[in-house]
């Protein structure tokens, strides 16, 4: 598995959760509340976007932050759960 452009794996569906403003991972045993970080993540994991891009976005997001250690590492726990492929 390659995860140069990672995307939600097709059981999963990322949406807006209004009661609990905030962004939840449907599946369909449960679902998982997700941080805000982790939701910035997860919106770009469309297969369109790279990781670098991801990075990128997200470097600009956050004022210039170094995020680059913590995108992969979130992408890789997500793929290890099965949420990305």
């Not at 941080?35 to 990075?55: F, K, V």
């Not at 997001?61 to 992408?75: A, P, S």
């Amino acid at each position: 598995m390659s995860l140069d452009t990672p995307r939600l794996d097709r059981r999963f569906r990322l949406q807006w959760e209004e009661a609990q403003q905030r962004y939840v991972l449907l599946y369909p045993e449960g679902m998982v509340r997700l941080n805000d970080s982790a939701a910035q993540i997860l919106t770009r994991c469309d297969g369109l976007h790279s990781c670098a891009q991801i990075i990128d976005e997200l470097r600009v997001l956050f004022g210039g932050h170094c995020v680059d250690e913590d995108v992969r590492t979130f992408i890789n726990h997500a793929a290890k759960r099965g949420w990305v492929c």
